[in-house]
């Protein structure tokens, strides 16, 4: 990711006769920037909306109907502004861009504003309605449980707020569990130390923090303590003050092992509780109490629960298309 400065983003839009606009960059490195290595980020961009747009000179060329056009007008401006914000463009910037959520909230920059999560490496914003009514009970609620497929950024979000909080010194630690249902939860049997045996179910938990820290300091972090690897087995007992504490995949965990993970909560704390019920691992799919936590906790007023489907998927658009024919399955 390239060093942040100031960037002239002053666009200049000229339209012709021939349904064809031209955007015009005064900035050769935010051109660079929007159009991509080999041009793969309009190559994504006119997949995703069935256009044609040309990249010449100083210059994004599109040509499509009027409606179309405006389309990938506002995604350019909206591409522009993660480029100025986080220095570079992820594919998901680039699936966002044609998101009506995702351009409403642009033009609403007071909204926007309001629900940037700022973290060291960079600014994370909520890609759809649930996202921002999740960010919104992330920072406000004590407890929190989200349910709902892969790619709806249930995981990432929640490590991003935990660590801006951390780093602000809102709290003292942020602790990470996860069930280990394929080991059956003899964690002992594994080679290493507590968190040698558990490392590799949480991996997902680790790929959000490098993407938001820098590996050496979340390393750091690690070794004082600050963040915490906590295998759901070995919570019992524990009153987190002070703390951030995430389980991940509690879809695999008992409806023993989530009440045990909820009644940790203690002074200026938060529990978050994430889980896909699709996707059960346990033997015995009718254990997981992920589904009758939601439906015992939803009516207090200090726990917010949040259900995401397949229109949350910010991931990849092949991912939201899987998932929803899947869940069509499940539902015949």
């Known amino acids: 990711m390239i060093p942040k400065k100031k960037i002239n983003t002053d666009l200049k839009f000229v339209y012709s006769d ?59 401006q909206f591409l522009c502004d993660q480029f100025i914000i986080n220095g570079s463009i992820e594919k998901k910037d680039i699936v966002s861009s044609v998101s009506k959520f995702m351009i ?23 890609r759809s309605e649930k996202q921002k009514e999740y960010v919104s009970a992330l920072r406000n609620s004590d407890i929190i449980i989200s349910a709902g497929p ?4 249930k995981t990432f979000l929640s490590v991003a707020v935990a660590l801006t909080m951390l780093l602000e010194k809102k709290i003292e630690r942020i602790i990470l569990s996860r069930p280990a249902v394929e080991a059956g939860e003899r964690l002992g049997f594994l080679p290493g130390d507590m968190r040698e045996k558990v490392d590799p179910y949480l991996r997902p938990l680790y790929d959000s923090l490098y ?29 987190l003050k002070n703390s951030f504490a995430i389980l991940d995949e509690a879809q695999n965990a008992t409806d023993t092992q989530i009440k045990m993970f909820l009644t940790r909560i203690g002074e200026n704390s938060k529990i978050v509780i994430n889980g896909d019920p699709s ?27 949040v259900d995401f489907d397949h229109t949350d998927v910010v991931r990849h658009p092949l991912v939201s298309k899987i998932v929803k024919a899947y869940s069509d399955h499940n539902n015949d």
């Open 18 to 76: 021939n349904n064809s606009i031209s955007i015009i960059f005064p900035n050769n490195e935010l051109l660079m920037g929007v159009v991509g290595e080999f041009n793969k980020n309009l190559k994504e961009l006119e997949n995703l909306t069935d256009t044609s747009i040309y990249f010449r000179g100083n210059s994004i060329i599109i040509k499509s109907n009027n409606k179309k056009n405006q389309i990938i007008k506002n995604a350019i």
């Open 104 to 126: 409403d909230e642009n033009n609403s920059l007071n909204k926007k504003i309001e629900y940037i999560i700022k973290t060291p490496k960079k600014s994370v914003i909520p």
């Open 150 to 153: 892969a790619g709806t950024g």
């Open 211 to 239: 993407d938001l820290l820098d590996f050496e300091k979340i390393q750091k972090k690690i070794e004082v303590g600050d963040i915490e690897i906590a295998p759901l087995a070995f919570m019992r007992g524990r009153t």
């Open 279 to 305: 996707q059960i691992d346990l033997p015995n799919k009718s254990l997981s109490g992920l589904n009758r936590s939601k439906k015992l906790l939803q009516h207090l007023k200090e726990i917010t629960v």
